[in-house]
């Protein structure tokens, strides 16, 4: 037996007993008719109870219950102080409002204090930002202090799968350069856990790669690495849940996949790709520049030899080939950059 259809039980039972009741607001002439309209009443109130007690009880409940898993503790909070000072601010308000004629008496002060606790939540949830910067990161009781800094979730930046299993972001937070908490959900770490236990080895090893990696974030990264339980409501897929959940804490997304970054950025989620910035710090070469380079292989046209910059960049060495394994002197001649990374071509120094 359902929760829902316990309530349209009680539901019917109690709208039941209010059709019954409100025989008094009727004047039948008889005896007769009036079994026959308290017969009538019962089955129209139990009728109505059994259709709409779900929507007066269970389920605005469980909308609010939804609501309240996608919002931030952050926000929980602030929501809760505005409301606070709002109605204290509609109490102060309360003797001089009670004091006029009627019905204003008794309408006036609840609707005073349903207005200032709605300001009072609206507002202390769209600047707790500011009301943080005006008293400070600190806030000091006594002996004991809460810590706000750098504690909001709006201040934080989201993992996707991908880059978790990529490895680079362990790198990169342990030279400081992320300094915003990075918050994982709790349903990309179940997609790592699916991928783990992939019946292709594969897919498991780099599932695996990825569970590795995170504790590895957690006890070596210099920015803090957070587990979070918000969830995205009738949103399915990781990707999707991942884009809406970013828009809803108002933080980037770190990813390296092509498809998320270009979906997130469409839907005005700040993205920071990994393979962006992995560009962005390569080495400058110019056209004309020579280089030193050790040429290692063959390439695939005729008399070509590859060799590689420091940070991978691949440089076709044109007549390169009679130089494998050794180390020259070669002029730039071309800097091609793609999305799949950049590529140089040089020719051998005279």
């Known amino acids: 037996m359902s929760v829902e259809f316990v309530f349209r039980l009680v539901g019917m039972v109690v709208f039941a007993i209010i059709g019954v ?20 009443l019962t089955l129209a109130g139990a009728a109505i109870g059994l259709l709409v007690a779900p929507y007066l009880t269970i389920r605005p409940f469980n909308a609010m219950r939804a609501q309240l898993k996608q919002m931030p503790a952050s926000h929980l909070l602030f929501g809760v102080l505005g409301l606070a000072v709002g109605l204290g601010v509609a109490a102060l308000l309360y003797p001089p409002l009670s004091g006029l004629p009627e019905p204003y008496g008794s309408i006036l002060p609840v609707a005073v204090s349903l207005l200032f606790g709605y300001i009072g939540l609206s507002v202390s949830i769209m600047r707790q930002r500011d009301i943080l910067n005006t008293v400070g990161p ?12 750098h504690k909001s979730t709006e201040d934080a930046v989201l993992l996707d799968t991908s880059v978790i299993i990529d490895g ?47 504790r590895r974030l957690q006890e070596e990264s ?57 560009n962005a710090v390569k080495t400058v070469i110019l056209p004309h520049e020579t280089i030193n380079v050790k040429i290692i292989q063959e390439g695939k046209e005729r008399d070509q030899g590859v060799a590689y910059l420091s940070d991978g960049t691949m ?13 020259a002197d070669v002029t730039v001649t071309k800097v091609l950059q793609t999305s799949a990374g950049r590529m140089i071509f040089a020719k051998m120094e005279r």
Do not use: W
């Open 21 to 40: 009741q409100s025989i008094k607001y009727f004047q039948p002439d008889n005896a007769e008719e009036s079994t026959r309209l308290i017969i009538a």
């Open 138 to 149: 600190r806030l000091t009781f006594g002996s004991s202090s809460l810590d706000f800094g």
């Open 168 to 214: 680079r972001i362990a790198d990169i937070s342990k030279t400081g350069f992320i300094r915003s908490p990075m918050l994982v959900p709790h349903f990309v770490l179940n997609e790592l856990q699916y991928i783990a236990d992939s019946s292709d080895p594969i897919r498991r090893n780099r599932g695996r790669r990825g569970l590795d990696l995170l």
């Open 222 to 278: 210099l920015a803090p690495v957070k587990i979070t339980d918000i969830d995205v409501e009738g949103v399915k897929g990781a990707d999707d849940k991942l884009v809406m959940l970013a828009k809803q804490l108002n933080c980037p997304i770190i990813t390296n996949d092509f498809n998320l970054n270009s979906v997130a950025k469409l839907q005005g989620v700040v993205v920071l790709n990994i393979n962006e910035l992995a």
């Open 315 to 327: 440089i076709v060495v044109e007549n390169g080939k009679h130089f494998i394994d050794q180390t």
